[in-house]
């Protein structure tokens, strides 16, 4: 749950969240302001890379994809 | 417009894809350009573009003096976390590899930073030729952090770098792969025994047990002996936020959260500067 967390401020708080898309090894989401998203703290919450092109930020954190999801859900 | 002629070729090109596919075996002849141009109602010429397209394809091979015929059917490599010694076996091929450099090297920006390293951080590097039964299919270049494996090439290179890794207790169970298409140079085409300019697919790994990276490959595959699938599957439901949020301020409409206003915002990591 702490790393779901992270990852959501990370991404600039629910608040800039359009939706996330949970992918084999990467959550995709959608952001309204790429701007607040911090890539620093993305990798700190321990993602393996970060993406960003436009308003869609892909953020790689392996298989642990499927728990994350579940916590974002609960999060959001 | 597209010319009339450009679909034409396409029509003699997918023809020749279906009888090279469905109706012939590998070696067989193909139709002579004669036969396909009546057929076709097409000039020679368009006839030659459509095999050219299939031979790049490496579905044709033309024999000087003799003709065109069937190639040997490509290896269809699965994108999956696997080496290319055990995908081979699993094809019942013997896998078997010239090392050109194994050593222990300073890892540049690049490698780092795939690696989750930091620069200057020591890797073993091996680049291998990778062949089935003999025949060159794959240039590989791989890294992997030192400290995960120490004395790796104490006793020369190793078989299996994904071998090495689970004796030392680190089973890679997870990976990204990135696909993309390139032509070979002169140096890879003569380890592959192909010609410069050939089209080469190639895959640049990540892979991890958990959450430790453990190694970063670029191999080139010759396209003319592979071709690559992917299981597929619907991507799953994707996550929106809840309108309107908890803690939300009373009263606001709940639109207030979708039209990028944000201000309910309770979160001080979203705090947009005024503007």
């Known amino acids: 749950m702490n790393q779901a967390a992270n990852i959501l401020a990370a991404l600039g708080g629910v608040a800039n969240i359009i939706d996330i898309e949970p992918c084999t090894t990467r959550l995709r989401s959608e952001v309204r302001d790429p701007g607040l998203v911090d890539v620093a703290a993305l990798r700190a919450a321990g993602a393996h890379g970060v993406m960003i092109s436009g308003r869609v930020v892909q953020v790689v954190v392996g298989l642990s994809v499927d728990t994350l999801a579940t916590d974002l859900e609960e999060l959001m | ?275």
């Not at chain 2, 699965?78 to 091929?93: K, N, P, Q, T």
């Open chain 2, 1 to 275: 417009m597209v010319r009339h002629s450009v679909l034409k070729y396409v029509r003699v090109r997918d023809y020749l894809r279906s009888l090279v596919t469905h109706e012939l075996a590998v070696g067989d002849a193909i139709p002579s350009e004669r036969l396909l141009c009546e057929r076709f109602g097409v000039s020679r010429m368009t006839v030659r573009q459509a095999v050219d397209a299939l031979v790049v394809d490496g579905l044709l091979e033309r024999e000087q003096g003799r003709g065109t015929f069937v190639a040997p059917t490509k290896v269809d490599l699965e994108v999956r976390l696997a080496s290319f010694g055990e995908d081979m076996r699993r094809r019942g091929m013997e896998p078997s590899s010239r090392v050109l450099v194994a050593e222990e090297i300073a890892a540049s920006s690049d490698i780092a930073d795939a690696l989750e390293l930091l620069p200057g951080e020591l890797v073993f590097y091996l680049h291998r030729v990778r062949y089935a039964d003999g025949v060159p299919m794959a240039i590989e270049q791989t890294w992997l952090p030192s400290r995960l494996a120490p004395g790796l090439f104490d006793s020369g290179a190793p078989d299996s770098i994904y071998g090495e890794l689970r004796r030392r207790g680190l089973d890679p169970d997870w990976g990204e792969d990135t696909v993309s298409a390139t032509e070979v140079d002169a140096q890879d085409a003569e380890l592959l025994g192909i010609r410069t300019g050939r089209a080469l697919l190639c895959l640049t790994r990540r892979t991890f047990a958990g959450d430790i990276a453990c190694s970063y490959s670029r191999s080139s595959y010759r396209a003319d002996r592979y071709e690559l699938w992917v299981p597929l599957r619907a991507p799953a439901r994707a996550l929106t936020p809840r309108a309107p949020r908890d803690g939300q301020v009373e009263g606001t409409p709940a639109s207030g959260n979708l039209n990028g206003h944000r201000h309910t915002e309770t979160s001080p990591t979203a705090t947009r500067t005024a503007q």
